[in-house]
């Protein structure tokens, strides 16, 4: 646990420190700045990794700077008693992680689901067209806002195809979360980690909103199994009330594939696809 009077020294700014979150990289303390709600990411020392992947997170916020992301307010180095640390000031976005909401309603009404899918697939697009890759959406990483906005938090994975990679292209295994991350990015098969992979954690996301449990995770005794799963199992189709025409659960079947040649090969691709089939769907009152 970072200690706090050491928080407050190094940044005098900062009031109402409590910590929210603690990894073996960084901690995260929430607080106010001039009034003003923020969240201050704080990597621990000797971690050149965690300060790689902190860069690489600003560097994707900022070249994305859309609404469904927080705000970065500042970044840089701090001296925390005798060591220097690299920090994130970003912006604090209030409400609960959809993991919450599933653990509170694990089945989620199909007005919910399509809402969310068209907030996803819209940011997946921007990814794609800003040539990166989150590698992380998953339910712990998605923020329903007290007004119900969703934010896409942690790109403390994010891969940017135009820069050189942080995980050695000869490691047996990438970043990913099990029951989440696409196969691929489980092998490190680094030329196709793409667009397709974020549009298998989302399909992997919707799916278990409509079905009310992960099926790669549910029942699994360990990740080896959840990882066996993923790389094995295709998922039966949803059969999903509204979607008489079973349009919106062959596309939810694509997007979670196995195979990436088998999903849409381009987030504009799924937009696209994903709009004409809300179009047929008729909600009920």
């Known amino acids: 646990m970072i200690d706090l009077a050491t928080v407050h020294a190094a940044f005098p700014e900062l009031t109402a420190l409590v910590p929210l979150a ?4 960084r901690d995260v303390l929430r607080g106010q700045q001039a009034g003003t709600e923020i969240v201050s990411k704080i990597v621990r020392a000797a971690s050149p990794d ?19 992301i927080p705000t970065i307010y500042s970044f840089g180095r701090r001296l925390l008693g005798t060591e220097e640390r690299l920090f994130i000031i970003e912006q604090y976005t209030p409400g609960e992680t959809y993991r919450q909401v599933l653990q509170r309603e694990p089945l989620q009404s199909l007005a ?40 896409t938090i942690d790109f403390g994975i994010v891969r940017m195809l135009d820069l050189a990679s942080i995980t050695p292209t000869v490691q047996p295994g990438g970043s990913f979360t099990p029951g ?5 990015q489980m092998r490190n098969m680094k030329p196709k980690i793409d667009a397709r992979a974020d549009l298998f954690s989302i399909g992997i996301v919707l799916y278990e909103s409509l079905a009310g449990r992960n ?9 080896l199994e959840v990882m066996r799963r993923v790389e094995s199992q295709e998922l039966p189709r949803l059969a999903i009330a509204n979607d008489t025409s079973g349009e919106l659960s062959a596309f939810l079947a694509s997007l979670v594939s196995r ?12 937009w696209d696809w994903f709009r004409e089939v809300r179009q047929k769907i008729v909600l009920g009152p």
């Open 215 to 223: 099926p790669h995770r549910a029942g699994a005794t360990d990740q």
């Open 22 to 25: 603690a990894s073996g990289q």
């Open 112 to 151: 919910k689901v399509l809402s969310l899918a068209d907030v996803l697939l819209g940011a997946c697009r921007d990814f794609e067209a800003a040539r990166l890759v989150h590698r992380d959406i998953k339910p712990e990483n998605l923020i329903i806002g007290t007004t119900g906005q969703v934010w």
């Open 50 to 68: 965690a300060e790689a992947r902190i860069l690489r997170e600003v560097e994707a916020v900022s070249a994305l700077a859309a609404n469904y």
């Open 259 to 270: 195979f990436p040649s088998r999903r849409p090969q381009t987030a504009a691709e799924a």
């Open 180 to 184: 989440y991350g696409a196969p691929e």
